[in-house]
Nanobody, 122 residues
Framework: QVQLVESGGGLVQAGGSLRLSCAAS????????MGWFRQAPGKEREFVAA????????NYGDSVKGRFTISRDNAKNTVYLQMNSLKAEDTAVYYC???????????????WGQGTQVTVSS
């Protein structure tokens, strides 16, 4: 069982930056691939980024490539999402997820956090 708690969301102007964090409980964090997803009102959940267990491999959604960076610190049981050059269309609730199967190209994750709101004003 993995419990995930996101933080770092808030209100930012277009063009600005935010860094989201996701703290995981348990001693098995490093055995899970980690992902970030987002969901805007009235829209389906969208894949944002994923990172492998070791942190060497990453995968990004097309809409965030070149602007967002996912990273992890296995010693701190934490995964991060650095978001730069934010746009109004990045406004959404951002969710952290963990998957013991380790496939960074899968969108099917086992464990989910409660989400953190990111609002980008134009």
């Amino acid at each position: 069982q993995v419990q995930l708690v996101e933080s770092g969301g808030g209100l930012v102007q277009a063009g600005g930056s935010l860094r989201l964090s996701c703290a995981a409980s348990g001693r098995t964090f490093s055995s899970h691939s980690m992902g970030w997803f987002r969901q805007a009102p009235g829209k389906e959940r969208e894949f944002v980024a994923a990172i492998s267990r070791s942190g060497v491999l990453t995968n990004y959604g097309d809409s965030v490539k070149g602007r967002f960076t996912i990273s992890r610190d296995n010693a701190k049981n934490t995964v991060y999402l650095q978001m730069n050059s934010l746009k109004a269309e990045d406004t959404a609730v951002y969710y952290c997820a963990a998957d013991p199967r380790g496939d960074i190209y899968s969108k099917d994750y086992v464990y989910w956090g409660q989400g953190t709101q990111v609002t980008v004003s134009s």
